[in-house]
């Protein structure tokens, strides 16, 4: 049967509405995949977005914004952003305003109080949107900022490295040689007790001239560390006779209490020991100032504590302030008077502890001064067992001995050659290596002193031309160099030799110097 005419016209709205409702239905869907798209784009973003209305309240917001303000994605609606991210800030609120007035202000980096974090802020008008509306861009930047920091500190460092160690170069050798000069000086018995006094301050003071310059020179050098299987108490005892004629002459009380079944640590012993000096030369200093009665007591701990080796220096000093104790581990940051000094010795210490793997803290100790813990983790087995202390120059020397020195300086090559002639062994000293050559072929000697790089007109180095000549020498061979260029600590631990970073401590060098002659000693 055909339609009617009216049955037809029904039909034709009711496709029309039918087909309408279709593309909507249709639509509709396109708009919410296309809405639930951008907000899955937006809540993929790593940085937060949010919109603003006109009074700079949160109209809806990502999830990372909702991260960075540390609240649920249902409750950011409706916020106020200033104070959500920053507590407060007028630079950012005049920001807003700027955007709800059409403009595209430049973005601002800026530290939060009330989140504790660093973040960089754009805003920008709404495009199309009534009502002086705002998008609003916030990125957590804390941690780049922060690596940007130890970037420009690093460089920062660099910098005053290279200038330190043009300075400190130069001042090597006279402070190697006032304080050796001062030192032997003391030990002769002809002289007044006045002189001595006298004597015993310009010791103090080129040692503690010198003392400045290796910091510094530390600092520029950050070479590679050579890890070793390191006893600590070997350490603490070696380092506790290097500070001993300060720990004498300002009337210290320094024990040490060492654990005698120590573990291991792997590490750089020579760093070790530098951290170990510059904790006890703090606690000497600190208790050194104190008023007459009070004691004066360093001590010097090692033990072991849950795979760690312990090394503790408590003093009876003032100990350090609560509030100073984040800055001390700062470069720099120090409370001696000028001159008195560098604050680098704790910031050298931590680094040289975290390069270890260990730690390095301050605390107020049982005894009211500070109390330094350096903690390393253990290498496994116990400790080696080695000599109380190591032997004196003289103790080697029942027979006179034949010490060479090479040595470019004329300062050095005196310092030394008194330095063993006073202790009965011939000396003989070579202005540079060509002279050192010679006598090298004419006669044969117990100990070599010698810069490894005295001049060679050729441009080679001395050390390399006495190794591979007398290579029977490596043993009994001390370098002593002022040359902190990069490379100079890998070429010097390659050669196999004893060496020494000048301004070297003359305690130190005759400790090596002992250790030579008492070996060879043993072997004639
Ligand atoms: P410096 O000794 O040259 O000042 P450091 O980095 O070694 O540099 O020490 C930084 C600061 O830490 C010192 O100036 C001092 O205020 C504090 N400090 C270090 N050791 C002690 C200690 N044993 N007792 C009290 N304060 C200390």
């Known amino acids: 049967e055909a339609f009617t005419e009216g049955q037809i016209r029904l039909l034709t709205t009711v496709a029309v509405h039918t087909a309408t409702v279709l593309t909507n239905g249709h639509l509709f869907q396109l708009i919410k995949t296309g809405k639930e798209e951008w907000e899955g784009t937006f809540d993929a973003l790593a940085n937060g977005i949010a919109v603003l209305d006109d009074r700079g309240l949160v109209r809806r917001a990502n999830r990372a914004f909702a991260k960075i303000v540390d609240r649920p994605i249902t409750e950011v609606t409706g916020l106020p952003f200033v104070a959500a991210v920053f507590g407060q800030s007028a630079e950012v609120a005049s920001m807003l305003i700027q955007a709800r007035g059409g403009a595209r202000p430049p973005g601002l980096t800026l530290r939060s109080e009330r989140l504790r974090r ?66 032997l000086l003391l030990e002769q018995s002809d002289t007044t007790v006045r002189t001595r006094e006298h004597l015993s301050v310009v010791h103090e003071q080129a040692e503690r001239a010198g003392k400045i310059v290796r910091n510094l020179l530390s600092f520029a050098r950050q070479g590679q560390a050579e890890m070793g299987a390191v006893d600590l108490n070997d350490v603490a005892r070696r380092t506790a006779l290097l500070i001993g004629y300060e720990v004498r002459l300002r009337e210290i009380d320094l024990r040490t209490e060492l654990a005698s079944d120590l573990t291991l640590v792997r590490g750089d012993r020579y760093q070790l020991q530098q951290v170990v000096v510059n904790l006890l030369t703090n606690a000497v200093q600190a208790v050194g100032d104190n008023p007459a009665g009070q004691p004066r007591l360093v001590t010097l701990r090692t033990r072991n504590a849950d795979g760690r080796v ?75 067992v080695t000599p109380a202390s190591a032997p004196s120059a003289a103790a080697g020397s029942r027979r006179s001995k034949n010490v060479l020195v090479v040595d470019g300086d004329p300062a050095v090559r005196r310092m030394i050659s008194a330095l063993f002639s006073s202790d009965g062994h011939h000396v003989e000293a070579a202005p540079d290596a060509a002279h050192g050559v010679e006598l090298l072929g004419q006669r044969e000697f117990d100990l070599v002193i010698a810069d490894p790089r005295a001049s060679v007109p050729d441009g080679s180095a001395f050390a390399d031309i006495l190794l591979t000549r007398w290579p029977a020498l490596r043993e009994r061979t001390i370098l002593a160099t002022a040359d902190v260029r990069p490379g100079t600590e890998e070429w010097l631990k390659g050669l196999g030799c004893r060496f020494f970073w000048k301004p070297f401590n003359v305690a130190e060098l005759r400790a090596a110097a002992g250790e030579v002659l008492a070996a060879v000693r043993r072997k004639t």
């Open 118 to 183: 660093i973040f960089q802020v754009h805003a920008a008008p709404m495009p199309g949107a009534e009502g002086g509306s705002v998008v609003a861009l916030v990125d957590d930047v804390t941690e780049q900022k922060a690596l940007e920091a130890q970037v420009i500190q690093h460089e920062k460092m660099a910098a005053v490295g290279q200038l330190v160690s043009g300075v400190a170069h130069e001042l090597n050798n006279p402070l190697t040689s006032i304080a050796g000069l001062a030192d």
């Open 310 to 384: 312990l090394l503790e220096v408590e003093d009876t000093g003032p100990g350090v302030p609560d509030e100073l104790l984040t800055n001390i581990f700062n470069p720099f940051f120090t409370t001696k008077e000028p001159g008195q000094g560098t604050g680098l010795g704790l910031s050298l210490s931590f680094n040289i502890v975290e390069r270890h793997g260990g730690t390095l803290q301050a605390r107020r100790g049982t005894l009211g001064g500070a109390l330094f813990v350096m903690s390393i983790p253990s290498s496994r087995g116990p400790s080696a």
